[in-house]
């Protein structure tokens, strides 16, 4: 929203500076995004000239040769222009020979495509006022040919853009700030007076130009208020409206059209005035648009309309998008004569429903949005009328058209001053609690100082306030919010715990850094190319959204692998060195039509590609292993427990035989570990190998604080130990022939001491085994908790274990 | 027997430099001590000595043995030193660089949210989670946003489409499913799972339509705090903030409150901080953050009474505060990772 200074100085005597203004602004809750000084510079040379003739350059086709009158007594120029926006008789500034031009530019006599030009004739921009450059400043108002161009814009002016945040539309007005202002500066508000009060008894019918409203849709428009307007004389703005317009940003367009967009500005109530020679059958009808019906609007385009939207039609056709933007055909231009001014309520969000669906945003349906005052509708229509009178002329006709009625309700709120005290904490009398309510215009309406109970009567412009927190923060906002006293923070304990997800990330976190890892963090969102790769299609599918805003952010991420090969990528091309990257975060996982929002921790371990003097072996699948499990530990798995499975399958993002997988929906978690695929890798343009490690939890089976150890007592004699080698099918996984023997082994000890370990200590394939089998050698570790075991018990125990290996098994013992 | 004792030291002396091995020493040992060793020649000879020589002989011998055992010691300890060295390998140069130099790092956002969560830890704060999927009520209708409110024009979403179903985040009705775009959903959840008093905070990821540039990214992270309990004030609100930034900043740092408007409170403020010790921003005010007490609605939309209770709620950027504290220019470097980047804030 932008408020010029000069035009809130019309309803508030304003002696403050526009910096201290600006600060009144921020601390009222209107941030102050920039304060622009408007007026010219001081501009020597530039004077008021007229351009007396205009003819065609002879060797340049966008170039005109004028002759410009810059003041009596004085030749004219002859300047070469290549604006096109003027006519012979416009008054422009022009800078003449010798004139500096903001920016440093020196404006001298030259020739031009061969003809001599003694001088500029300037936009609003190159004379530093404004910012449109589009075509010459015409100057309105006949301004004395050959003055200085700072005697046109003599005064100073500054515009604030403030932003208004969606529950205040009161203040999208200059009438609005003004009364913030006035608030804060305890002074009087002053309202623009209004003349008109009603069609003068014995006035001409309209009948001629209109003969009946009707709104079809009460829903969406509640009230509408038509005047008839006869006779106005279309032409520019005086310079005072145009000044004021221009001030705020908006172009001056004639004089009707710009006092519906002055009273916009300064009530906050959108109007629009039609030309009553345009609308067919002398009649408006407020409807819904027909599905698919096409109008043109102001801004020259044809818009498709739905049957949701709201339509201002004649008997034939749809005039205006209520609340949006007229059309083109039934446009105010310079022919029109008797107007028809619109004032109106429409419902928010059938607007903003509009609004959003045709993209169009206008001064207007910005307004409504929010909601407008519909108590102000009429009252808007008087000023406008005044305006319209004064500036065009004209009369207005009876009847005035009204249909439909105001909605706003009148709203009391009754509360404790105390109350206000005990919600902000600190102290504020009674008196300062009144006077700031008065000073916003919330007036009392009854206030009993005994029971503790006023009543405040909230005017209509307030819809946002309805209850008595609603008061707290404006008897807040002018206390002063920089003004609350400070105090120490004193809270009572509360026993609370840290999220378990929060604990499974600092842990992991902690550990992977530990071990060199540096901590990355990439984008949630990755494209669908990627997640083809990762994913099959069924569950790439699952994890689109449905209104990314780029190709390559399309897709929930899988995994956090992919973006951990872009950052190695990245580092590469950079040279770098980086060899070890780790993230944790939220990963999707996607599983028959249904996706759940997993905890992951993924980490890469790349070769370093730099010679160093000092070689250092390079990493494994069982280093990835090691590292995988012991995150997992983190989230509460020991996943020695579990089965893991090789990677044999060619073509996915692991390289078979060289990774494994694991995946178990029951317990909610999920892994892959080990060699990212060769030719994945290529196609990413990664050289050498990349092992890497994912582990996915369902943030539900995390165990959190872990629960406190009950402390066990262990045997303080020595272990026994025996080797067993065994020759087994080299397909069978050590893991599982581990298992095996572990079962047998416990179950034949029978509670005699504990068969505390058993660890695999070579790995055999080759000369002297039978063809496809492998020998595995385990070393078995005996203990007793009360004594030292003797050799013969445990031979024994050794011995029932090797025939029961022997009896159970296909494992042949290798002596 | 004397002169001859020392001869042979003399000759043992002289050939111990040539011992380099064990087995050099035991050849060594044994041309003096073994069985037809010198020494044992002249030990054989004291039979032919006279009653009174012997006992002098022996004392001369003896001392011999004694001379010879030190040699031994002392052959056999450099040998022992030798090989020690031999398997330790040649010096090393303490100056060259080690091959390990790549130390591991947090991410600076992480350390900035560490340390976020651990002063408001001091004070009772502990962190909550939640989705980073969650539904439309949770992010908007239960916060005072319905369907058609302009405050939902603050903020454009990511949607997911109509069939989309997620398994772990559960909808009140049939609302749609979003990215989060602020992470007072965990607000939300916290509440309807706990009585209060409540006192959590909630770092996460969120994500807006934003096109991504020096100061914007569609995905970046939030830290919010909720506090309810009986009595809460707009003062403790102020005190907590100006700990906040004390502790995160410095003693000095002051902060200031600007009425705004957020949905889910009421009143509502933005935060502008002010610090001495941050050379970029002089002594100027830096909008920080957004806060407010609770609005009253909010709270009946989980079944708290607001007549009984009252908080508040502050929420901040984590990549604006990260910003601040290090002095970086532009959103995208945390999430490039950098090697140059991530190794600056160990």
């Known amino acids: 929203m932008k408020v010029s200074y000069n035009w809130l100085k019309k309803y508030i005597p304003l002696t403050q500076s526009p910096e201290e203004i600006e600060g009144v602004f921020t601390l009222l809750g209107f941030e102050v995004e920039s304060v622009e000084s408007k007026g010219l510079p001081v501009l020597d040379g530039v004077v008021v000239g007229e351009v007396l003739e205009r003819n065609q350059h002879p060797n340049a086709d966008r170039l005109s040769v004028c002759r410009v009158g810059v003041g009596e007594g004085k030749e004219d120029k002859v300047i070469v222009c290549g604006a096109q926006n003027y006519k012979v008789g416009d008054r422009v500034p022009v800078a003449l020979p010798g004139a500096v031009l903001p920016g440093g530019f020196t404006i001298k006599s030259s020739k031009l495509r061969g003809v001599q030009s003694d001088g500029m004739m300037c936009s609003g921009k190159e004379i530093g006022y404004g910012e449109d450059g589009a075509g010459l400043l015409l100057l309105a108002g006949d301004p004395l040919l050959g003055a200085a161009i700072n005697d046109v814009f003599p005064d100073d002016d500054y515009v604030f853009d403030l932003e208004v945040t969606p529950n205040r539309p009161d203040c999208l007005s200059h009438i609005g700030l003004a009364r913030e202002l006035a608030a804060a500066f305890n002074i009087e508000l002053k309202f623009p007076s209004v003349q008109f009060s009603g069609v003068a008894e014995g006035a001409s019918s309209a009948d001629d130009c209109l003969k009946s409203v009707v709104i079809e849709s009460k829903e969406q428009c509640p009230l509408y208020v038509a005047h008839v307007i006869s006779g106005v004389k279309i032409a520019p703005s005086p310079e005072w409206l145009q000044t004021a317009l221009t001030a705020v940003g908006l172009r001056p367009i004639n004089n009707v059209v710009d006092v519906t967009n002055y009273v916009l500005m300064e009530l906050g109530q959108p109007m629009h005035a039609f030309d009553a020679a345009k609308i067919a059958g002398h009649k408006i009808v407020i409807r819904q648009a027909a599905e698919g019906e096409k109008i043109k609007t102001l801004d020259g385009e044809e818009r498709t309309l739905s049957s949701r939207m709201l339509v201002i039609a004649d008997a034939e056709k749809a005039m205006a998008i209520g609340g949006v933007m007229g059309g083109a055909e039934s446009e105010v231009d310079e022919g029109t004569q008797d107007i028809i001014l619109e004032t109106a309520y429409f419902n928010p969000s059938a607007i903003r429903w509009t609004a959003k669906r045709l993209n169009l945003s206008s001064d207007s349906s910005y307004r409504f949005e929010r909601g407008v005052d519909s108590s102000s509708v009429a009252s808007a229509a008087q000023r406008a009328i005044d305006l319209i009178l004064e500036t065009a002329g004209g009369t207005v006709l009876s009847p005035v058209y009204k249909e439909g009625a105001e909605t706003d309700e009148q709203i009391e709120i009754t509360f404790s001053p105390d109350y206000i005290r005990e919600r902000c904490g600190f102290e504020i009398s009674d008196d300062q609690i009144s006077q700031f309510l008065q000073a916003l215009e919330l007036s009392i309406a009854s206030r009993n100082d005994e029971a503790k109970e006023w009543t405040v009567a909230i005017p209509s412009f307030r819809s946002d306030l309805s209850r008595p927190i609603d008061l707290v923060e404006e008897v807040l906002r002018l206390y002063g919010t920089d003004k609350i006293p400070s105090a120490v923070v004193r809270f009572p304990g509360i026993v609370g715990k840290d999220d378990p997800i929060c604990l499974f990330n600092r842990r992991a976190s902690a550990y992977l850094v530990g071990q060199d890892f540096r901590e990355c963090m990439n984008y949630t969102l990755r494209s669908g190319e990627e997640m083809k790769q990762w994913q099959t299609s069924a569950q790439a599918e699952g994890l689109k959204l449905a209104n990314p805003i780029t190709e390559d952010q399309t897709h929930l991420r899988s995994s956090i692998l992919p973006g951990l090969l872009d950052v190695l990528k990245l580092n590469r091309d950079r040279k770098t060195g980086i060899t070890r990257l780790f993230e944790c975060g939220r990963t999707f996982s996607e599983e028959n039509g249904q996706v759940n929002e997993m905890i992951s921790a993924g980490f890469l371990i790349a070769e370093n590609e730099d010679e160093i003097w000092l070689k250092r072996s390079p990493a494994d699948f069982y280093l990835v292993k090691s590292l995988l499990f012991q995150v997992a530990r983190f989230a509460g798995f020991d996943l020695a427990n579990h089965p893991i499975e090789a990677i044999e399958k060619e073509g996915s993002t692991w390289q078979a035989g060289h990774s494994a997988a694991y995946d178990n929906a029951k317990a909610g978690i999920s892994y892959q570990v080990g060699l990212i695929n060769l030719s994945h890798l290529q196609a990413r343009g990664l050289k050498g190998n990349v092992y890497a490690g994912h582990f996915s939890i369902l943030p539900a089976r995390l165990k959190g604080e872990k629960k406190r150890k009950q402390y066990k007592s262990f045997s303080t004699f020595p272990p026994a130990l025996r080797d067993l080698a065994l020759v087994v099918d080299q397909a069978e996984p050590a893991g599982d022939v581990g298992r095996k023997l572990s079962r047998i082994g416990k179950s034949m000890l029978s509670g005699r001491f504990d068969l505390e370990d058993i660890n695999v200590f070579d790995l055999y394939k080759g000369e002297g085994l039978p063809a496809g089998k492998k020998s595995l050698a385990f070393s078995l570790v005996f203990r007793s908790e009360d004594k030292t075991l003797t050799d013969e018990e445990v031979n024994i125990v050794f011995q029932k274990i090797q025939d029961e290996v022997e009896a159970k098994t296909d494992y042949q013992i290798r002596k | ?346």
Not at chain 2, 47 to 70: C, D, M, V, Y
Not at chain 2, 320 to 346: H, S, T
């Open chain 2, 1 to 346: 027997m004397e002169q001859n004792l020392n001869r042979l030291i003399e000759k043992a002396r002289h050939e111990i430099g040539a011992v380099k091995t064990r087995a050099d020493f035991e050849a060594f040992k044994a041309r003096f001590v073994g069985p037809k060793g010198d020494l044992t020649q002249i030990m054989k000879g004291m039979g032919k000595l006279s009653k009174e020589e012997r006992p002098i002989a022996g004392r001369l011998i003896n001392s011999a043995k004694a001379t010879f055992q030190e040699l031994f010691d002392e052959v056999l300890e450099r040998i022992g030193n030798e090989e020690l060295a031999a398997k330790l390998g040649p010096a090393i140069d303490p100056s060259l660089p080690s091959p390990d130099a790549n130390s591991g790092s947090y991410h600076p956002l992480t350390q900035v949210r560490e340390e976020i969560c651990r002063i408001f830890k001091q004070v009772g704060f502990s962190v909550a989670e939640g989705t980073e999927v969650e539904t439309e009520y949770y992010c908007f209708d239960a916060l005072n946003t319905p369907a058609d409110h302009p405050a939902r024009d603050l903020q454009d979403t990511f949607y997911f489409p109509d069939k989309a179903r997620f398994g772990n985040i559960s909808k009140k009705e049939e609302e749609g499913y979003l990215l989060r775009p602020h992470t007072s959903s965990v607000q939300i959840r916290t509440m309807l799972e706990q009585e209060p008093p409540v006192r959590i905070i909630s770092p996460g990821r969120c994500f807006r339509r934003d096109t991504v540039d020096a100061t914007h990214s569609a995905n970046f992270q939030q830290i919010e705090v909720l506090y309810v309990d009986k009595n809460v004030t707009v003062r403790d609100l102020k005190a907590l903030l100006d700990y906040f930034f004390e502790s995160l900043l410095g003693k000095g740092t002051t902060t200031r409150f600007r009425p705004h408007f957020f949905p889910y409170t009421e009143p509502s403020f933005e935060v502008d901080f002010s610090s001495k010790h941050l050379a970029k921003v002089g002594s100027d005010w830096v909008e920080i953050g957004g806060c407010g007490m609770v609005e009253p609605s909010v709270f009946e939309s989980v079944g708290y009474d607001p007549d009984e209770y009252s908080g508040f709620a502050f929420g901040v950027g984590l990549e604006r505060i990260a910003m601040i504290l290090y002095g970086i220019d532009d959103i995208r470097y945390f999430y490039q990772n950098d090697q140059r980047f991530l190794k600056q804030f160990v």
